[in-house]
């Protein structure tokens, strides 16, 4: 019964280059969400996705971050020509129903991918 | 927009005693849900326990509890008969129950250390 999985855990870029955080939700779980958190910081909310769609992401930064959730496989947050400010570590989270209409559907957070950018 | 506030960078307890955990918010609605989240060293996002805006009852999961204060927009974590276990960052979250709001605001967590 396996939660929410994230890969890599760790992940070194040099600046300018590409990184590629990984996602799968628990089984059964069609909704997800990604959060950065930054040293020190709580979870910022980035983006919301159904299989296929973006559904909300007005957490995301406007240039360089994009994210996907094909209809099979796992999520991606694919994040272009890293800059230093991008460290952090980044959460991906799982639902059964949307946040919106559910309280009682919650959110399994998986052990996010700590980013470092050399 | 709305913001949380955890006041206390750090807190330190002895095993066995209790401990609370201060929280406030910010927010111009009136329906919401509040959530304290426990991230130990391995990272993990943990739920602990959660609560309704319209609920008047203070929610409870075991060693667990919470003092809600909407009008003061109050939101603490009670831990009773602390363990080891517990150490752990703690997160106090909100988030709007209307559409389109489909994120967690989180505040800046607390740090809870555990003295045995």
């Known amino acids: 019964n396996a939660g929410v999985m994230q890969n890599p855990r760790h992940l070194v870029r040099r600046r300018g280059q590409e990184a590629r955080l990984r996602c799968s939700p628990m089984k059964g779980h069609s ?5 950065r958190q930054l040293p020190e910081e709580g979870l910022k909310f980035m983006v919301y996705l159904q299989k296929e769609n973006i559904i909300d992401e007005s957490g995301m930064p406007k240039e360089r971050f994009s994210a996907e959730f094909p209809k099979e496989g796992p999520s991606i947050l694919r994040i272009q020509q890293v800059v230093r400010g991008d460290s952090a570590a980044y959460f991906c989270a799982s639902s059964s129903r949307p946040q919106r209409e559910s309280y009682n559907s919650p959110l399994h957070f998986g052990n996010g991918t700590r980013l470092t950018v050399t | 927009a709305q913001t ?12 066995a005693e209790t401990v609370t955990l201060s929280c406030t918010y910010d927010t111009s609605e009136s329906d919401y849900y509040l959530f304290w989240y426990k991230q130990p060293p391995s990272r993990q996002m943990i739920l602990v326990i959660r609560q309704e805006a319209y609920k008047q009852q203070n929610a409870t999961e075991n060693r667990f509890s919470v003092n809600f204060q909407k009008a003061a927009k109050s939101f603490s974590l009670k831990i009773s008969d602390s363990q080891l276990g517990d150490a752990a960052m703690y997160f106090c979250a909100y988030k709007y129950s209307g559409g389109g709001a489909d994120g967690l605001t989180f505040g800046k967590g607390t740090h809870l250390i555990i003295q045995p």
Do not use: I, L
């Open chain 1, 31 to 35: 909704h997800v969400y990604w959060y």
């Open chain 2, 4 to 15: 949380v506030t955890q006041s206390q960078p750090e807190m330190s307890v002895q095993e």
